[in-house]
C-alpha cells in the first residue's frame, strides 16, 4: 500500500451532470476525509468517515453532495446537477487515528464547464 | 477573526535566509496542531506536527504558544527546493473534530 489512491485524477463535465470520485485510503487507517481546495484557499472540510459511519458533515454541504464509506474502506464522493462554482480540487485524506495528521491523495481535479 | 490565519505572503527570500510564518487560530480547545507543505498543482503533505514543548527536524523547528493562540515554523539555511506554499492546520477549529487549514503562505527562494 503506497498511499491514498484517488481516481479520477482529473473530470471535466457539463453543468448539470452528475459526477462520482472514488478514494482508496492507507489500507491501516479507518478515518477518511473529504476536502475541497480552490486556487488560493486552503483545504476546504467537506465530510469525515471513521470506519463506514459517517460521523461529521460541513454544514456548508450542499444536498447536491454525497458521500459514502460501504464496508469501512474506500469512498466514493458524489456531486449531483453540477455547477460551476463545483469546479476545485477534490482531496481525500486518511490518518489512523484522531491525533494524528493526515495522508492526502493526489486529488481528482473537477472542471465544470 | 478567522478560525485558522496565516500570514498573507507571498515571502521572496534568498537561498540561505531564515524565513518563519505565523498562524492563528480561534479555538482555545484545539488540541493538534500541524504544518503541511504543499507545492503547486499537488496534494499537502504533512511536514511536521506541532508539539507543546516545541520540535525541531533539520532545519525546520515548530513552536506552539497557547497563551497567544498561534503556532510558528522557521525555516534555516532556505534551500530552492523550500519553495512551496505552507499549510498549517489546527483541530476542533469551527465546530469539528476535524482539521481546519489555513489559506497558506506562498515562500519564493532566489538563487
Known amino acids: 500500500d503506497t498511499g491514498v489512491s484517488q481516481d479520477p485524477r482529473h473530470k471535466i463535465t457539463k453543468r448539470g451532470q452528475n459526477v462520482t470520485f472514488r478514494c482508496d485510503p492507507i489500507s491501516e487507517h479507518n478515518r477518511l476525509y473529504w476536502y475541497r481546495q480552490t486556487l488560493g484557499q486552503g483545504p476546504e472540510f467537506l465530510t469525515y468517515f471513521q470506519n463506514e459511519a459517517q460521523l461529521e458533515k460541513s454544514r456548508l454541504l450542499s444536498d447536491r453532495f454525497s458521500a459514502e464509506r460501504p464496508k469501512g474502506s474506500f469512498s466514493t464522493l458524489e456531486i449531483q446537477r453540477t455547477e460551476q462554482g463545483d469546479s476545485a480540487m477534490y482531496l481525500c485524506a486518511s490518518s489512523p487515528d484522531r491525533a494524528g495528521g493526515y495522508t492526502f491523495g493526489s486529488g481528482t481535479r473537477l472542471t465544470v464547464v | 477573526r478567522k478560525e485558522v490565519e496565516q500570514d498573507p505572503g507571498p515571502f521572496n527570500v534568498p537561498e540561505g535566509a531564515t524565513v518563519a510564518f505565523n498562524c492563528t487560530y480561534s479555538?482555545?480547545?484545539?488540541?493538534?496542531f500541524f504544518w503541511y507543505r504543499q507545492d503547486c498543482r499537488k496534494e499537502p503533505k504533512l511536514l511536521m506536527s506541532v508539539y507543546s514543548s516545541g520540535n525541531e527536524d533539520g532545519r525546520f523547528t515548530a513552536q506552539l504558544n497557547r497563551a497567544s493562540q498561534y503556532i510558528s515554523l522557521l525555516i534555516r539555511d532556505s534551500k530552492l527546493s523550500d519553495s512551496a506554499t505552507y499549510l498549517c492546520?489546527?483541530?476542533?477549529?469551527?465546530?469539528?473534530?476535524?482539521?481546519?487549514f489555513g489559506k497558506g503562505t506562498m515562500l519564493l527562494v532566489s538563487p
Open positions: 492546520a489546527v483541530n476542533g477549529d469551527s465546530g469539528y473534530s476535524t482539521l481546519t
Open positions: 479555538n482555545s480547545a484545539s488540541q493538534s
